[in-house]
């Protein structure tokens, strides 16, 4: 069964600093991979996903994630972070038909 | 187009007591999956339903029910509520059936259960 595993539960940026959030999966065949970012009292927003093809994955919001096969990770990284990127992010997985989240990272963004 | 709405957004019950909860996937779209978030267990999926037939379902107790309704409207009953299931409920909608496709989240229907 596939799993995935956010290490860091709470991360802390200054504004303008690189963005880097890990995350691993476990997946017995090819997986669908996904980031998602929930604001509070909100839903979960699709930031980005990776299903085939190329392996660096460009979404919204000026972030984006590589998929490594051999490293079995899909972290998601954002150049310069913003006060409006603060919020809960959530890795994904999917390989057999349900999708699996991982815990969260609280991205915290210092003025 | 009209996101994924979720009725009602907040809402009290008290234990022992059943709850249900609505939603309306986004014009067209024929897939709709349930999930639980919680602090301690984070996001846990509930059930997915395409087309009016449940295609998945979660590891969750049999007091967790849903259907879908031929317009794609999908509920999600609770019967029997214990304090431990209060929690964000939240839908989302795919245009296909299986999660390797994109997601659309509602804002979810936080239950509290006292």
């Known amino acids: 069964a596939q799993s995935v595993t956010q290490l860091g539960s709470h991360v802390s940026v200054s504004e303008g600093a690189l963005v880097l959030l890990r995350c691993n999966y476990s997946?017995?065949?090819?997986?669908?991979l996904f980031w998602y970012v929930q604001y509070p009292n909100q839903g979960l927003q699709l930031l980005l996903k990776?299903?085939?093809?190329?392996?660096l994955v460009k979404g919204i919001n000026g972030f984006e994630a590589e998929f490594k096969k051999s490293e079995t990770s899909f972290h998601l990284t954002k150049p310069s972070a913003h006060m409006s990127d603060a919020a809960e992010y959530f890795c994904?997985?999917?390989?057999?038909?349900?999708?699996?989240f991982g815990a969260g990272t609280r991205l915290t963004v210092k003025p | 187009k009209a996101g994924v709405t979720q009725t009602p957004r907040y809402l009290i019950k008290t234990r022992g007591q059943q709850v249900t909860l609505s939603c309306s996937p986004i014009?067209?779209?024929?897939?709709v999956s349930w999930y639980q978030q919680t602090p301690g267990q984070g996001l846990q999926f509930l059930f997915e339903?395409?087309?009016?037939?449940?295609?998945n379902k979660g590891n969750f107790p049999g007091r967790f029910s849903g259907r879908q309704f031929s317009n794609s409207r999908s509920e999600m009953n609770v019967s029997t509520l214990e304090l431990g299931d209060s929690a964000l409920y939240l839908c989302?909608?795919?245009?296909?059936?299986?999660?390797?496709?994109?997601?659309?989240f509602g804002p979810g229907t936080r239950l509290t259960v006292t």
């Open positions: 989302a909608s795919s245009s296909l059936a299986g999660s390797s496709y994109e997601q659309y």
């Open positions: 997946s017995s065949v090819p997986p669908y």
């Open positions: 990776y299903t085939t093809g190329a392996t």
């Open positions: 994904a997985v999917s390989d057999t038909g349900d999708m699996r």
């Open positions: 014009s067209g779209h024929r897939s």
């Open positions: 339903y395409f087309s009016e037939t449940q295609r």
